[in-house]
C-alpha cells in the first residue's frame, strides 16, 4: 500500500500489480463472466443524468454497476481492500474521500473506450479512479491496453501503456489524466470505480 501511495504522491498515478490475491481476482472473474452470461450487462452510457447516452464511437463496453445492499461475498472481499485504500488516502492526501462506486465492465473483442476524463462536465465529486483488472494470461496482442497520459491536463505527449492483467489495480486522480482502453482483441473484464466526495 505505501509503494502505491508513494506512487500517487510522486506522479498522480500508481499500477500495483497483485493488489488482490489471484483466487479472489478469479472468483470475481467468475462472477463477472456469470452475470453477463445471465444478461445482466448494459452497453456503457457516456455522461450523466438526463443527458447519459449510448454513444458506440466513444465506447462500446457493458456494464454492471454494484448495487449497495447487495454486494456477494467477492465484492466485499475487493470493497475491502478498496476501503483501506480510502482510509489511506485520506490520511495521507487529505482528500476527503467518502464512498466508493463501481462497476464490472466487460469490452467483447473489439471495444474500446476513446480518450477522456473520469469527471463529468461541471463536477468534481469523482476525484479518485480505481480499476482492477480481471484477466487471466493477458498476452501483449490481445489489445485492451489502458493508455494513460502521464501529464496532468494533457491528452498528447507521454503515456504509459497498461495491461488489464488479473489482479492489477490502477489508480488516478479521476479530473486529472486522459486515459483511453485501446481496442481489446479477446474479452477483457475489469471492476472500474471511483472514490468520491459527496
Ligand atoms: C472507464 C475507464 C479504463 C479501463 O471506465 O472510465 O476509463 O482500463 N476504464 O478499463
Ligand atoms: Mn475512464
Redesign the pocket.
Known sequence: MEILLDAIDRNGWAVMPGFLKIDASRRLRDECREACENGEFRP?GVGRGKDLKVREDIRR?QVLWLKPGEFSKEQEAYLAKLELLRLALNQRFFLGLFEFEGHF?IYPDGAF?KA?L?RHAGTNDRIV?A?L?LNEDWQPGDGGE?KLWTIPGEKDGPFEL?E?RMGTL?CFLAGDFW?E?MPARKTRM?V?GWFRRV
Do not use: E, G, Q, R
Open positions: 456503457a463496453d465492465a473506450y477522456h473520469d479512479t480499476i483488472y489502458l497498461i488489464p490502477v486515459h482502453v475489469s472500474t
